[in-house]
């Protein structure tokens, strides 16, 4: 992964950690390892992991071996407290693969990551490569096709991220790939991967919701009863986050799979 990601991590980690909210705790985090329903992974690896939220989770709830990953210095501080094995290898390269053997595990968890990644395709085949025949991949990104991140191009002719506003100023510099859910979806199956299962999370958990619960009940409830009907009204490809659940197959399988909201 670029240097300057990784410098850019760190800077963020150092501001956060000052400021006593690092980093939000999110609803993608939330649902694991619900998500995993009944597939019984015996094996996880939880790739870029940051300071490991899910894999905390699955420690502490999921009966499989967990081995984290990240490569920022701060984050694997965190995630080396969490009981799990921790590696620090770089899964953004064209010459050197992930330093597992082939079909080593059967669960691999990648959530918000394939956007900082120049080498996307090298990255796909050695998620493949690792994941035993049958494994799952569960995977995010941001999806550039949905409403909240259409409007600033589409009515304020702005780019998706302000380089200026602190809110946005980390993804600016850091995210160097554009994602829509049918982009996606095509470069998943192109590398083996057959869709399954797409699990939108709902405002539930995550350290916003509660916060806007602590303001107000009515505000809270509003907000998420807004966000479940956006979920049931509006088609995936306009989710702006969705988790995607996919297997590992060498048949090819016409798309069908289910939606959760979780």
């Not at 953004?92 to 918000?112: K, Y």
């Not at 699990?199 to 907000?223: H, T």
Request: glycine share 4%.
């Amino acid at each position: 992964m670029r240097k300057d990601a990784i410098n850019i991590e760190e800077a963020r980690v150092a501001d956060e950690e000052l400021s006593l909210n690092f980093p939000p705790f999110k609803e993608r985090h939330r649902v694991f390892p619900a998500v995993f329903e009944n597939r019984n992974h015996k094996k996880v690896l939880d790739l870029a992991a940051g300071i490991g939220y899910v894999t905390q989770r699955l420690v502490e709830s999921y009966p499989a071996k967990v081995i984290s990953h990240d490569l920022s210095p701060s984050c694997l501080r965190y995630l080396a407290k969490l009981g799990a094995p921790t590696l620090r290898f770089d899964i953004d390269s064209s010459e050197t693969g992930f330093p597992f053997s082939s079909g080593s595990f059967d669960a691999v968890i990648s959530l918000v990551t394939i956007e900082h990644l120049l080498f996307v395709d090298e990255f796909l085949s050695e998620l493949n490569r690792i994941l035993c025949d049958g494994g799952y991949l569960y995977i995010s990104t941001p999806n550039y096709a949905a409403p909240e991140y259409l409007l600033e191009p589409v009515l304020h002719a702005r780019t998706f991220h302000d380089p200026i506003a602190p809110a946005s100023r980390y993804e600016f510099y850091a995210h160097v790939r554009y994602f829509t859910f049918r982009t996606l979806g095509v470069l998943l199956d192109m590398h083996g991967f057959s869709l399954e299962c797409v699990y939108i999370a709902l405002p539930k958990g995550s350290e916003r919701y509660q916060n806007l619960y602590q303001e107000s009940k009515m505000k809270a409830l509003a907000y998420r009863n807004l966000m479940w009907l956006k979920a049931k009204v509006f088609p995936l490809h306009r989710a702006s986050e969705p988790i995607l659940c996919l297997q590992k197959t060498a048949v090819t399988r016409p798309p069908i799979f289910k939606k959760v909201l979780i």
